[in-house]
């Protein structure tokens, strides 16, 4: 089973500010396999980022991804009020056929 | 614009069947390269994928949940379906429905959620 661990577990910052959020994977992941999505309370998941490194359809620029192998990366270059949320990474094609990490939380410092 | 909507009871008794319908607007769904999948996440925690259907009939499932889990998909009512059986509490959370993009492998569209607890 490939395990994605995401850091840190909560990260505190201000608007503005560049937010960094971490994705490891126990084993190696294909890069068109990975991606991103933001699920703020009350809501389902969004999509931010397939392929690695590819915004969704309607995605602001400040959100990027980037990463091969087991270290993939999530980056908001300028926090905006809304972006405050939870992040997962997720990865298709091992076994199971998909796995998601544990999440990080995005919270206002 | 692609809609999914879950629907089913919210409550179930243990050692009975959960059973939740996802109904698909905006596309068929036959079209494209898309599996169709549920997702679950109880509360506070974090996201569980439970397995997922084409409309061929193939379908996957996550080896924790096989022995439990059955899915189907009916073209003509442009729906698909999960069962679990023999639920316990654990059982409990939010469950998603979500389109799956074969190429990438994203969830590029999902349901609201709905909820379902198992309680007696």
């Known amino acids: 089973e490939i395990v994605l661990t995401q850091s840190p577990g909560t990260l505190s910052l201000s608007p503005g500010e560049r937010a960094t959020l971490s994705c490891r994977a126990s084993q190696s992941v294909s890069s068109s396999y990975l991606a991103w999505y933001q699920q703020k309370p009350g809501q389902a998941p969004r999509l931010l980022i397939y392929?690695?490194?590819s915004r969704a359809t309607g995605i602001p620029d400040r959100f990027s991804g980037s990463g091969s192998g087991t270290d993939f990366t999530l980056t908001i270059s300028r926090l905006e009020p809304e972006d405050f949320a939870m992040y997962y990474c997720q990865q298709y094609g091992g076994s199971p056929r998909v796995t998601f990490g544990g999440g990080t939380k995005v919270e206002i410092k | 614009q692609v809609q999914l909507q879950e629907s089913g009871p919210g409550l179930v008794e243990p050692s009975q069947t959960l059973s939740l319908t996802c109904t698909v607007s905006g596309d068929s769904i036959n079209s494209g390269r898309y599996f169709w999948s549920w997702i679950r996440q109880p509360a506070g925690k974090g996201l569980e994928w439970i397995g997922r259907i084409q409309t061929s009939g193939s379908s996957n499932y996550n080896p924790s949940l096989k022995s439990r889990v059955t899915m189907s998909v009916d073209t003509s009512k442009n729906h698909f379906s999960l069962k679990v059986n023999s639920v316990t509490a654990a059982d409990t959370a939010m469950y998603f429905c979500a389109r799956q993009y074969d190429i990438y492998g994203d969830f590029d569209y999902w349901g609201q959620g709905t909820l379902v607890t198992v309680s007696s």
């Open positions: 392929g690695a490194s």
